[in-house]
C-alpha cells in the first residue's frame, strides 16, 4: 500500500481517517500495541507506525496515553466560566493558564468569555475555591463562576473522522453514567505507575518496553497496573487524543441548557443518547447563568453543530430558544492532557501563598 508523502500539513486520507477512528476507540493493553491497531483495520504494524509519525508531525494526534479520571484520582477539578472586558482577555488568559491543574483553556462566544478546566491535587493547602479566587484576583476578572459536575451523564471524545455518521444519530440504548473510581485513592505504588501510563505512549514496534527500561518495571507490571486501573476506573481508557481542528472538526459548540429540576433525569441520559455528543453534564446555576444541563457537541462546521443541537432541542422538547444558549470556541489558548502527581502544583501555590506573581501560560 502507498502512503503519502510526510508533511506538517500532511491531510489524512481515507486509510489515515479509519486509523484515527480505530486509536480514539482505544488501544489494547498488550506488549504491540500498533499490530493490534493494524490488525483491526487491515494495515500492517509498520503502516501504522508510518503513518502515526505523519499524524503526529502534523499536529493532527496530539498523544497517546492513558486517559485518568481526575476526581477517581482525588483531585478536586471543575469548569470555570470567567468575564473579562476584551482588552484584558488575553492577559487573563495566560495568567490562568500558568496553573498546571488548567488543562482546557478557551474563548468562547459569550458574556462569559474565558472557560477553563482547572484541577487541585489532593493534598493542596489552597483547595479549589480558593485556587479560583486566587486566579480571578490576579487576573482581573469581572466574574468568576464555579461550575463543577454535580452529575455526570457521558464523556467520551471520539471524533467520527470518516464523516459517515448522521449529525441527529442516537444510540440504541441509554447509555449508563460513567462510573468515577471505587472510592479508595491511589496508593504510593498506583501513583509511580500513574506516573508512567499518562506519557506519550513512544512510536516504536514495543512502546511498553521503552517505559519499562526507563522506569525499571516490568512490561508485565505496567500492563498489568493498566489492566487494574481500567477495572476500578482510575482510567477511563487508553487511547488517541485528536487536536479536534487540525483533524477537520472546526466547530466546538457547548450547548447550555434551562431544564426544569424534575426533567433532569429524563433528559440528561437522552441527550447523552446523541452520538455527535461527546460530555453532558450537570452543574450548578447562579443568578447570571441559569443553564444547568451542558452538552458538548464537535462538528466539521457550525452549520452541522446547529443541526446536532436542533435535534436535541425538539428530542427534549425544549425547543424556546430562551431555554438555551450555544457557546462557541472561537480561540485555544491552552489544552493539554493533564500531569498528575508533579511538583508544579505545589511551586504555583508558594508563588500564590506568598503573593509572588503568578506563572503564565505562553502558547506554543
Known amino acids: 500500500m502507498t502512503t503519502a508523502p510526510a508533511s506538517p500539513r500532511h491531510k489524512p486520507d481515507e486509510v489515515d481517517r479509519d486509523l484515527l477512528n480505530a486509536l480514539q476507540a482505544g488501544i489494547a493493553l498488550v506488549p504491540h500495541p500498533y499490530r493490534e491497531v493494524g490488525e483491526r483495520i487491515g494495515l500492517s504494524e509498520d503502516e501504522v507506525l508510518e503513518r502515526m509519525t505523519r499524524l503526529k508531525e502534523g499536529g493532527i494526534v ?12 482525588g483531585y478536586e477539578s471543575s469548569l470555570v466560566a470567567a468575564r473579562y472586558p476584551e482588552d484584558k482577555l488575553f492577559e487573563g488568559a495566560a495568567i490562568v493558564g500558568g496553573h498546571p491543574g488548567v488543562s482546557h483553556n478557551y474563548r468562547r462566544t459569550h458574556a462569559f468569555n474565558l472557560w477553563f478546566t482547572v484541577a487541585v491535587e489532593p493534598e493542596s493547602r489552597l483547595g479549589l475555591e480558593a485556587t479560583v479566587d486566587k486566579l480571578q484576583e490576579a487576573s482581573g476578572a469581572e466574574s468568576m463562576r464555579l461550575l463543577p459536575t454535580l452529575k455526570l451523564y457521558k464523556i467520551n471524545v471520539q471524533l467520527d473522522m470518516t464523516g459517515s455518521q ?12 460513567p462510573q468515577r473510581g471505587d472510592g479508595a485513592l491511589p496508593t504510593e505504588r498506583d501513583k509511580e505507575f500513574i506516573q508512567i501510563l499518562q506519557r506519550d505512549l513512544p512510536l516504536t514496534s514495543a512502546p511498553f518496553d521503552v517505559w519499562a527500561e526507563e522506569s525499571g518495571r516490568s512490561v508485565g507490571e505496567i500492563l498489568g497496573a493498566a489492566e487494574t486501573f481500567a477495572e476500578r476506573t482510575y482510567m477511563r481508557r487508553f487511547a488517541a487524543v ?13 450547548a447550555v441548557w434551562k431544564v426544569p429540576e424534575e ?3 429524563e433528559l440528561g441520559p437522552r441527550m447523552a443518547a446523541f452520538k455527535a455528543v461527546s460530555h453532558c453534564y450537570r452543574r450548578p446555576t447562579y443568578p447570571d447563568w441559569p443553564y444547568n444541563l451542558f452538552t458538548m457537541v464537535h462538528s466539521t462546521s457550525m452549520d452541522a453543530c446547529e443541526e446536532t443541537i436542533e435535534a436535541i432541542a425538539a428530542d427534549s422538547g425544549l425547543d424556546d430558544p430562551d431555554q438555551r444558549a450555544v457557546l462557541y470556541s472561537t480561540l485555544e489558548f491552552k489544552k493539554i492532557r493533564l500531569v498528575y502527581y508533579t511538583p508544579e502544583y505545589r511551586e504555583w ?7 509572588g506573581e ?3 501560560w505562553t502558547r506554543a
Do not use: Y
Not at 448522521?166 to 453514567?177: F, I, Q, V
Not at 485528536?242 to 457547548?254: D, E, P, S, V
Open 349 to 355: 501555590e508558594e508563588f500564590a501563598l506568598s503573593g
Open 242 to 254: 485528536l487536536n479536534h481542528r487540525r483533524a477537520g472538526f472546526g466547530a466546538n459548540g457547548m
Open 166 to 177: 448522521d449529525n441527529t444519530a442516537k444510540e440504541d440504548a441509554p447509555r449508563k453514567a
Open 62 to 73: 496530539r498523544q497517546v496515553s492513558a486517559i485518568f479520571d481526575t476526581r477517581a484520582l
Open 358 to 360: 503568578l506563572p503564565r
Open 263 to 265: 426533567r433532569l433525569e
